[in-house]
């Protein structure tokens, strides 16, 4: 699930944040509750949605991660067997971003952390992040890739032309936020992150972002990247990947495949893919998984409540 608090004024998705579906997005209480138990969802994960603070300058970036991670704290608190929560990370201040981790994880008792890609012009994989990556590996805590929307250029040279309403629906939900995800994460692959950090996981929503899909034309890249294991091994043994409301068996059989059925997690990205009635637990239900609650919650729970957290 993800949470809006605040984003960049700049930023046009924040033209999808707005109805409904915004107020969705900001109720933390009754009616979200409600939801859930009608989707059959019994814990959600709260988190800030994109482009979470990447896009702030230093100080107010530290101070909304602080103030929003304060308030997904409180969610919890008041919710403990419902919410738990992923931290805002305030990346555009990368020396204050670890210390919030920690914080949150230590303090607050939040799960991981929600992370959007880039934070403005960098990719996820400058040095300037790497200190983050070492701080959720020492605290065996995970970090979500969001995605978010490309950049101007980008979306002008590759996602424009149909009116503003079709060109913000395919750089976004459409296409081009998965890509952005997936290219996040083999940017830290090719980066060699997962090499200096070899316990450090990644979540990827929607299936693996496009990146499992395409595996064996990504292995191609293990012998020009000189990289220290085989491209696939880094999906295998640092990547989860979650549903996010695509319900589609085939998927789900070619994420396993891949990644195997002890790193699948089941979400249902709310609320950007509610659906009523209950099409999110008839799913996982009918799955024909030879152990469905590793998907439904046993794998999200060994990957979360780790007891060996050290210091960052």
């Keep these: ?24 997005l900001d109720d933390l ?38 103030h929003t991670n304060d308030i997904v704290a409180a969610a919890v608190a008041r919710q403990p067997h419902r919410f738990e929560g992923f931290a805002a990370l305030p990346t555009p201040a990368p ?41 959720a590996a020492a605290l065996n805590a995970p970090l979500f890739i969001h995605p978010q929307i490309p950049q101007r250029a ?64 990504l292995a191609g890249l293990n012998r020009a990247a000189k990289l220290d294991r085989p491209f696939a091994d880094y999906a295998r043994q640092n990547l989860y990947v979650t549903a996010s409301g695509m319900f589609s068996p085939a998927y789900l059989r070619r994420a396993i495949e891949i990644v195997g059925v002890d790193r699948i997690l089941f979400s249902t990205d709310y609320p950007y893919q509610y659906r009523p009635g209950r099409e999110a637990r008839r799913f996982l239900e009918g799955s024909a998984l030879d152990e469905p609650e590793k998907f439904a919650h046993a794998n999200w729970e060994r990957l979360t409540d780790s007891p060996e957290r050290k210091q960052c």
Excluded at 3 to 11: K, L
Excluded at 47 to 60: A, D, K, Q
Excluded at 112 to 133: H, S, V, Y
């Design 95 to 135: 020396g204050e971003a670890p210390r919030e981790l920690e914080r949150c994880v230590r303090e607050l008792g939040l799960k991981g952390a929600m992370l959007c890609g880039r934070t403005r012009e960098k990719n996820l994989d400058q040095k300037d992040f790497w200190p983050i990556f070492e701080c």
């Design 154 to 217: 980008v979306r002008e040279a590759y996602y424009s032309g149909f009116g503003d309403e079709v060109d913000l629906a395919f750089s976004t939900y459409g296409l081009g936020w998965h890509y952005e995800a997936g290219i996040q994460f083999v940017r830290l692959i090719l980066a060699g992150v997962f090499d200096r950090f070899p316990n450090l996981q990644i979540i990827l929503g929607h299936w693996g972002e496009v990146v499992l899909f395409y595996l064996e034309r």
């Design 1 to 24: 699930m993800a949470w809006s608090v605040s984003s960049d004024a700049e930023d046009p998705t924040q033209a999808l944040h707005r109805g409904e579906l915004a107020d969705r």
């Design 29 to 66: 209480g009754e009616g979200r509750l409600r939801r859930m138990d009608e989707a059959g969802v019994d814990v959600q994960v709260l988190s800030l949605t994109t482009p979470g603070l990447h896009n702030l300058n230093s100080f107010e970036s530290v101070t909304l991660a602080q």
